[in-house]
């Protein structure tokens, strides 16, 4: 029931979307080709055909091979996506900034490269993929590898620019001794609106769904010890979030890696007070570091 109610809040998540039906059957092995039994799948075949209000299938597996998605559309007549292609698409919907735009992008390459395999065996079986363009020596496979190869050797160096970015901002923190906070939790938790009851910071903007943020943004604030800190906002966890999503956005969760006492301390308890613009946070913390640290508290 709880993977039902994720999945449709991923479904909800998208603009005009709306889920009309949900049905619980089990799945056969990942590599299996059509995923459900035969049984199961002459059931789903005559319950979508004559449901024509259903205009496409979300199947809550992580990925389905291009074999198996265009064999089951061409059974249920609609579109099918898995749960990679949904959450991919939802990024992509919510990427507003160039680092968010070229982690999509990048997410995006191994569905191409499958696709443009999948393609060119299909050319090769009609007999026409193997010939190659324009007297170049390369095969139509050939060439559209190495123009994806090039593209994501360019995100990846455009990504690897705005890290190092990230790395001088996080060391001129370092110098001037700005403990960093980091936010982290499941998608729509309330990361945002937490980060915004401790700081008062109007530009924190939380809205309620999912992976609403894609990027790490800093908000200043005070400890009760009037020590100044960042609170740091990250991207929402999802539970069997795609791997090759977590590839994508790992550089967004390096800030975490370098949060104040990551290691020593925990939070226990968050008690948000709307009415008076305010969060309790009980923390529990190791007694070493407390020592050190006696003097911020």
């Avoid at 960093?180 to 937490?194: D, E, H, I, Q, R």
């Amino acid at each position: 029931e709880w993977q039902v109610a994720e999945a449709t809040a991923l479904v909800h998540t998208l603009d005009g979307w709306a889920v009309v039906q949900t049905v619980l059957l089990p799945t056969k092995t990942p590599d299996s080709k059509l995923i459900f039994g035969r049984g199961n799948l002459e059931q789903l075949t005559e319950r979508i055909r004559a449901s024509p209000e259903i205009t496409s299938v979300f199947l809550n597996v992580e990925r389905m091979s291009i074999p198996t998605k265009k064999e089951l559309e061409a059974a249920w007549g609609v579109e099918v996506l898995d749960r990679f292609t949904l959450v991919l698409h939802i990024f992509r919907c919510n990427a507003r900034t160039k680092e968010a735009r070229l982690q999509v992008a990048l997410a995006e390459i191994p569905v191409l490269r499958a696709s443009l395999k999948h393609s060119t065996a299909r050319l090769d079986r009609q007999g026409g993929g193997s010939r190659c363009i324009m007297g170049s020596g390369e095969s139509f496979l050939q060439l559209q590898q190495r123009l994806l190869r090039d593209r994501e050797l360019k995100i990846r160096r455009a990504l690897e620019r705005l890290r190092g970015q990230r790395r001088l901002l996080r060391s001129r923190r370092a110098q001037r001794e700005f403990p960093a906070v980091s936010v982290v939790g499941y998608t729509n938790c309330g990361k945002t609106t937490l980060i915004r009851a401790l700081t008062g910071d109007t530009a924190a903007q939380p809205r309620d769904q999912l992976f609403a943020t894609l990027d790490v943004t800093a908000h200043e604030g005070q400890l009760p010890s009037r020590l100044p800190v960042l609170y740091v906002d990250t991207i929402g966890f999802l539970s069997q979030l795609p791997h090759g999503l977590i590839q994508s956005f790992a550089a967004t969760l390096e800030d975490v890696a370098h949060s104040w006492l990551h290691q020593e301390a925990t939070v226990q308890d968050v008690a948000v007070q709307p009415e008076a613009g305010a969060a309790l946070v009980t923390v529990v913390i190791s007694n070493a570091a407390y020592g050190r640290f006696r003097k911020l508290f």
